[in-house]
C-alpha cells in the first residue's frame, strides 16, 4: 500500500453533507459527522469492530472568572490491511462562560461536541475530507466539480444493482428457476424497466 492510497481515497468531500459555519468570526465549511462515520466504516469496517475511539477521558478547568473550560482525550484507532494501528486526539470548548451581553451560559453539550470535534481532526489526520482543511472549499468551481463527481458515483452505485439483476435473470435456465430469481428483487430493481425487459426477454426464450 502506498502512503497515500488511503488519502487519495478519501480526501474528497460530497458537498450535499457540508455546511457553512461562523465559528468566532470565522467562515468555515463543516461536515456532517454522520458523513464522517460512513466514510469511516466504508474504509475499516463497522465501527467497534474495524475502527473506533477507546480510553475517552473528560475533564473541566475552572479559570475562575466564570468562564469553564472542558477537554477530551482519546485514542482514535482503526484496522488497516490486518494492523491494528492507532493515536491520541483531543478538543477543547468552552462549558460555561459569560456572552458579550453579559449573560452567563452553560453548554450543556460540551462533551459530545469536544467527543466530534476530536473525531473529526482524528480522521482529517488520515486524509479523511482533506479537500476542506486545504482550502480546496473556497473554489466554488471545484465545489461544483467534487458535488458533480459525487452524484455520478451515486447513480452509478444505484446502477449496479440493475446490472447484477439482469444477470441473474439472463442465467436462468428454466421458468422455476426465472420466476424464483424474479421473486427475490427488491421492488425498486423489479420496476425497473430494464430488468422488466430482461425478464420478459427471457420467459420468451425460455417459453420456445
Same mark, same amino acid.
Not at 475552572?62 to 492507532?86: M, P, Q, R
Not at 424464483?180 to 425478464?199: D, E, F
Given at each position: ?46 465501527? #467497534? ?146 430488468? #422488466? ?12
Amino acid at each position: 500500500m502506498s502512503n497515500l492510497e488511503l488519502w487519495n481515497k478519501v480526501c474528497k468531500t460530497d458537498p450535499r453533507h457540508t455546511k457553512k459555519a461562523n465559528v468566532g468570526g470565522n467562515k468555515i465549511t463543516s461536515i456532517c459527522p454522520q458523513y464522517q462515520r460512513m466514510n469511516a466504516t466504508e474504509q475499516f469496517g463497522s465501527f #467497534g469492530d474495524g475502527w473506533g475511539v477507546i480510553d475517552e477521558m473528560f475533564s473541566t478547568k475552572d479559570f475562575h472568572d466564570g468562564t469553564v473550560l472542558g477537554s477530551y482525550n482519546a485514542k482514535f484507532w482503526y484496522i488497516l490491511e490486518s494492523d491494528k494501528k492507532s493515536f491520541p486526539i483531543y478538543s477543547n470548548t468552552k462549558v460555561a462562560f459569560n456572552t458579550a451581553s453579559g449573560k452567563y451560559k452553560i453548554d450543556e453539550d460540551w462533551m459530545k461536541k469536544c467527543a466530534t470535534d476530536a473525531l473529526t481532526k482524528g480522521l482529517s489526520a488520515l486524509g479523511f475530507n482533506a479537500d476542506i482543511f486545504l482550502g480546496k472549499f473556497d473554489d466554488n468551481k471545484y465545489v461544483q466539480q467534487v458535488g458533480q463527481e459525487a452524484q455520478e458515483e451515486d447513480q452509478r452505485k444505484a446502477y449496479v444493482p440493475i446490472l447484477l439483476a439482469i444477470d441473474l435473470i439472463n442465467s436462468c435456465k428454466a421458468i422455476d428457476d426465472l420466476k424464483k430469481t424474479w421473486g427475490s428483487l427488491t421492488k425498486p430493481v423489479a420496476a425497473n424497466p430494464q430488468v #422488466g425487459k430482461a425478464k420478459d426477454d427471457k420467459k420468451a426464450e425460455l417459453s420456445k
